[in-house]
């Protein structure tokens, strides 16, 4: 007797996915939903991101830049409240230094 036999799919299946190659505005790449959220300038939203740097890169500018503040400003009149929201955000950046660090990205100095 023949034994049977059935698939379901190809025995090769496969589809190479690179989300660089086209472009759609708030499209979906994979299972990945990428929103862009609502705004009432998109293209000039678009010409910044690309031109000025992603969201990661904008705000991990403002980090920065809010660590010099903060080396700067004297902040011993603060309540414990906002000496607590100064705290978690400085642990976060010193974080994010540290992922960066491992993955061989060059950090600026820190006095």
């Known amino acids: 007797m ?10 090769k299946l496969w589809q190479a996915i690179n989300p660089w190659t ?12 990428i929103d862009l959220g609502s705004t009432p300038a ?9 031109e ?4 990661g890169r904008q705000i991990g500018r ?11 400003v004297p902040l011993e009149n603060l309540s ?3 000496t607590d929201a100064l705290d978690v955000l400085k642990g976060q950046l010193a974080e994010i230094r540290q992922i960066k660090e491992r993955q061989g990205r060059k950090q600026p100095r820190r006095p």
């Not at 759609?24 to 299972?31: I, K, L, T």
């Not at 000025?52 to 969201?55: A, D, K, R």
């Not at 403002?62 to 700067?72: I, Q, T, Y």
């Open 2 to 11: 023949k034994s049977f036999s059935f698939a379901v799919a190809p025995e």
């Open 22 to 33: 086209f472009y759609q505005q708030g499209a979906q790449f994979g299972f990945i939903n």
């Open 42 to 50: 998109p293209q000039t939203e678009q010409t910044i991101l690309d």
């Open 52 to 55: 000025v740097g992603s969201y």
């Open 62 to 72: 403002l980090g920065d830049a809010l660590e010099v503040l903060l080396r700067h």
């Open 80 to 82: 414990k409240d906002e």
